[in-house]
């Protein structure tokens, strides 16, 4: 196993909740406290998030020493989340709205995180409350939103850092770009998207995965 991807297996949990936080957004605590610039910024970024109904994308997941790996985007709302990593990985994710579920080929294990009560799944799920957790930060550029996301009462969630770019043919005017996940190890992942496509084709069957473990251990 090259380095690559023995670094990636080590992060790639932490990784895989930090992209299902993606929209745990608007705080009211932080909204009350917001100038009236910023509380229009989150409430634009939650407003683009909830208006996308299927996505594609390719994305590049990087670690903070710099060894990435590259993958597919595939999201349908409500619930439904897949991170088709590259060949090399031999790796899946697969959200379904209740759960995340991070499947190793090469070792035959599968894990699964719930996802019922913290920040994650958000963006999969419009009935979620999404008034808790996000705070703008200053970018210095009028076309770059820039929203941390973080549960105060749950510190092992870690802090994402959501980067999106005003682009009139994205939903509600803005793109999610990247985001950078810092778990509570201090761990630093950033996952940088690009070819977004929205409003594709997408079914059930994009979010199948195939049980690698055996029958008589599962």
Same mark, same amino acid.
């Given at each position: 196993m090259n380095r690559t991807i023995k670094t990636f297996r080590s992060c790639v949990g932490a990784a895989a909740l930090a992209a299902l936080s993606v929209p745990a957004l608007v705080p009211a605590s932080t909204a009350l406290a917001?100038?009236? /610039?910023d509380a229009r910024h989150l409430s634009q970024a939650v407003e683009a998030l909830r208006a996308i109904d299927t996505l594609k994308a390719d994305f590049v997941q990087t670690d903070r020493s710099g060894q990435s790996v590259r993958g597919a985007l595939t999201l349908k709302r409500p619930g439904r989340i897949r991170f088709q *990593?590259?060949?090399? @990985?031999n790796m899946l994710i697969v959200g379904d709205g209740k759960a995340l579920t991070l499947i190793d080929y090469d070792v035959r294990q599968v894990q699964r995180w719930p996802i019922s009560n913290s920040p994650l799944g958000a963006l999969l799920d419009p009935k979620r409350d999404v008034a808790k957790y996000g705070k703008?930060? !200053?970018?210095?550029n009028p076309n770059?939103? !820039? &929203? /941390?996301?973080?549960?105060?009462?749950?510190?092992? *969630?870690g802090v994402i850092t959501l &980067?999106?770019?005003?682009? @009139? !043919? @994205?939903?509600g005017g803005l793109e999610l770009t990247y985001w950078v996940a810092l778990d509570s190890q201090n761990k630093r992942t950033t996952i940088a998207l690009s070819n977004q496509r929205y409003g594709v084709p997408v079914t059930d069957n994009d979010f199948r995965w195939v049980d690698p473990r055996p029958r008589n251990r599962r």
């Amino acid at each position: 196993m090259n380095r690559t991807i023995k670094t990636f297996r080590s992060c790639v949990g932490a990784a895989a909740l930090a992209a299902l936080s993606v929209p745990a957004l608007v705080p009211a605590s932080t909204a009350l406290a917001a100038s009236p /610039e910023d509380a229009r910024h989150l409430s634009q970024a939650v407003e683009a998030l909830r208006a996308i109904d299927t996505l594609k994308a390719d994305f590049v997941q990087t670690d903070r020493s710099g060894q990435s790996v590259r993958g597919a985007l595939t999201l349908k709302r409500p619930g439904r989340i897949r991170f088709q *990593y590259e060949k090399s @990985a031999n790796m899946l994710i697969v959200g379904d709205g209740k759960a995340l579920t991070l499947i190793d080929y090469d070792v035959r294990q599968v894990q699964r995180w719930p996802i019922s009560n913290s920040p994650l799944g958000a963006l999969l799920d419009p009935k979620r409350d999404v008034a808790k957790y996000g705070k703008v930060l !200053s970018t210095g550029n009028p076309n770059v939103v !820039s &929203i /941390e996301v973080r549960d105060r009462s749950h510190p092992e *969630y870690g802090v994402i850092t959501l &980067i999106f770019q005003r682009k @009139a !043919s @994205a939903p509600g005017g803005l793109e999610l770009t990247y985001w950078v996940a810092l778990d509570s190890q201090n761990k630093r992942t950033t996952i940088a998207l690009s070819n977004q496509r929205y409003g594709v084709p997408v079914t059930d069957n994009d979010f199948r995965w195939v049980d690698p473990r055996p029958r008589n251990r599962r």
